[in-house]
C-alpha cells in the first residue's frame, strides 16, 4: 500500500512537472 501512494505521489508530480515544462515553451 505504501508503494502504491509513493507512486501515485511520484506519477502526480511527473505530470505536473511536465505540464509546467510544457507551459514554459
Not at 505521489?9 to 509546467?20: D, I, N, P, Q, T
Amino acid at each position: 500500500m505504501k508503494i502504491k501512494v509513493q507512486t501515485r505521489k511520484l506519477a502526480a508530480g511527473c505530470s505536473k512537472h511536465r505540464f509546467e515544462v510544457a507551459d514554459g515553451s
